[in-house]
């Protein structure tokens, strides 16, 4: 593996926000203010939040949540009050707002990066006797499955010695999926907060089978739970932005060739046309119906990028229209530069700005997942994915079409191989 020294962008202001700082503790009138907005938030929505196991707990808890949408804090907050919550926040939801979530006790970090700092905050927000919330899988999830859980999730359980609690939702991706958040479905949503562990068995356990019941925990298949639980999205434009996430023909297996329009799923290559039905499946309107579960397709588009990273064959490279976030009052814009992500390297940034090259590296070890937003609001809504080193974001576009999905899948697929590859030297 070649690694290369990072040649940081020639900012005309090179101070960069400080994520290396301890958060508050979050004010009893901002748990009822939070909890009031929450409900509003929430006011007419079919919403259902059952604790399991929870009787006598108290404070200090760590609380895992799956991350599908927006409102999974929403809910978290109706489940979690009367209690002071710290939430764990990417940089990018300071957005303009730093001063709004330093208020309320969130804990700061950059996804994917190694923050040392960030592990004691969490151990200061638990020292205080209070709740510490974070979202494992760091992102929304892509198509309403299980996440990325990385390795380290069970060392820090172990590590802190609390009880720990999971917060599963289901039907807030089916709400507002990733990859369509702007048209909202009318959709039942079911949030159950279940105590997994508690500090004695937590004591007795090895960080393997601490890990092994977190993925457990967190399985969960948001498709499946449409189907299974009989409710109906009419909503006319229920299909539309899938193929950012079903990237793939499973036909003529071109890629980046999928289509929307409405409640129906083509290929602009080879004519196969499919509708997503109102009970959740998918349906071929000619032909076999290669799958009918989403998630399945999902799945076989990750089992095609892992065979590409074990043959050796995957590569990357493309044109991207950079904007960097040092800072949380904006994001500024680079330009255009050269993304590359190979199996050796992993991913490879390199560009000009202000009249200076730049050089970003972050190797396989270094990023075990991957920050994909699709339509980012606050640049601009088109599909980005975020490198982020330990004290600055790149929101990098593609000039290539629907490949974020991959990126994800190849990031994670490349991780896993190194750190195989790693334990096996062990």
């Not at 508690?198 to 601490?210: C, F, G, N, P, T």
């Not at 299909?239 to 999928?258: D, H, I, N, Q």
């Not at 000619?286 to 799945?299: A, C, L, Q, R, V």
């Not at 493309?318 to 680079?334: K, Q």
């Amino acid at each position: 593996m070649k690694r290369i020294e990072n040649i940081e962008p020639n900012y005309k202001n090179p101070k960069k926000y400080k994520t290396a700082k301890y958060p508050i503790r979050q004010p009893i009138y901002l748990t009822q203010l939070i909890q009031v907005l929450s409900k509003m938030m929430l006011l007419n929505k079919d919403k259902q939040v059952e604790k399991v196991n929870m009787e006598g707990l108290k404070p200090p808890f760590m609380l895992l949540s799956n991350h599908q949408a927006f409102c999974d804090f929403e809910l978290v907050s109706l489940g979690t009050y009367p209690l002071r919550v710290n939430n764990v926040v990417n940089i990018d939801g300071y957005y303009r707002r730093a001063w709004l979530l330093e208020w309320i006790g969130a804990i700061c970090t950059r996804k994917f990066t190694t923050d040392f700092h960030l592990v004691k905050s969490i151990r200061k927000v638990l020292s205080r006797g209070d709740v510490l919330c974070m979202y494992p899988e760091a992102r929304y999830s892509p198509c309403g499955v299980t996440s990325y859980l990385p390795e380290s999730l069970g060392a820090l359980v172990k590590m802190c010695k609390v009880p720990v609690v999971v917060a599963k939702h289901r039907g807030n991706h089916l709400h507002a999926p990733a990859y369509n958040i702007k048209q909202k479905r009318r959709v039942p949503h079911r949030t159950t907060m279940t105590k997994i562990l508690d500090a004695e068995q937590i004591k007795k356990m090895s960080v393997d089978d601490i890990n092994a019941l977190l993925r457990k925990h967190f399985e969960y298949d948001d498709y499946r739970y449409w189907q299974e639980s009989g409710f109906k999205i009419t909503e006319g434009y229920r299909a539309e932005g899938l193929e950012k996430v079903l990237y793939k023909c499973p036909k003529c297996k071109s890629e980046g060739k999928m289509a929307t329009r409405g409640a129906e799923l083509y290929c602009t290559e080879c004519g196969k046309k499919y509708t997503l039905g109102e009970d959740g499946f998918l349906r071929a309107n000619e032909g076999e119906t290669e799958f009918s579960h989403i998630p399945d397709w999902f799945n076989w588009e990750r089992e095609c990028v892992r065979e590409e990273v074990r043959s050796g064959s995957y590569h990357f490279e493309d044109a991207v229209d950079v904007h960097s976030m040092p800072r949380t009052n904006s994001f500024i814009p680079l330009g255009n530069a050269t993304l590359n992500h190979s199996i050796t390297d992993g991913f490879i940034l390199s560009g000009s700005y202000r009249g200076k090259e730049y050089r970003i590296q972050r190797t396989p070890l270094q990023t075990n997942s991957l920050h994909v937003e699709y339509e980012f609001p606050h640049i601009k809504p088109l599909d980005c994915i975020d490198i982020s080193t330990e004290d600055d974001s790149f929101y990098c576009y593609p000039t290539k079409a629907n490949v974020a999905t991959k990126l994800a899948f190849a990031t994670e697929e490349i991780y896993l191989l190194h750190y195989e590859r790693t334990r096996e030297r062990i």
